[in-house]
């Protein structure tokens, strides 16, 4: 039971670096958008977190490039279920998707990979790890999304 809610403030406590920690610096991504990567998608999310039964959200988010700010937006989880529900990755002019700001600043044993396949498809995965009292918990999300027509 002890183990439980620690375990449990540990993961509120990490998502909510990760939503307030993951700012990142936007001359990074200069990257001119491709328009055929913008627009709704129906997302299907797949987690998978130690201690927890794995779950799979479906969503209908969107992938957008913010103007203003210089970067790339994806909403795939709806904000009341999860707290990390949109990322801002940079994506190269071949659609590859990488988030160097969230492996090197912030879970260096984190991972995240991904990419628009050009046929109006997005999949990425990205995850991390910690160490709490000599125990690794671990946190993994693969995210498959297909854009919608209209």
């Known amino acids: 039971m002890k183990y439980t809610a620690v375990f449990c403030r540990v993961v509120i406590l990490i998502t909510l670096t990760f939503i307030f920690g993951c700012k990142k610096d936007n001359s990074q991504n200069t990257v001119v958008p491709k ?25 209908d988010g969107y992938v957008y490039y913010d103007d203003f700010f210089k970067r790339w937006e994806m909403e795939f989880l709806p ?13 190269d002019s071949n659609g590859i998707i990488t988030y160097p700001s969230f492996v090197k600043d912030y879970y260096p044993t984190g991972f995240f990979s991904g990419n628009f396949d050009g046929t109006g498809n997005v999949n990425f995965k990205f995850g991390y790890s910690i160490y709490i009292h000599s125990e690794i918990y671990s946190i993994s999300y693969a995210v498959k999304g297909k854009r919608k027509e209209g």
């Open 35 to 59: 328009v055929e990567y913008t627009g709704y998608y129906s997302f299907s999310t797949f987690i998978k977190n130690t201690g927890s039964p794995d779950t799979t959200i479906l969503y």
């Open 79 to 91: 904000y009341q279920i999860m707290y990390i529900f949109s990322i801002s990755p940079d994506v």
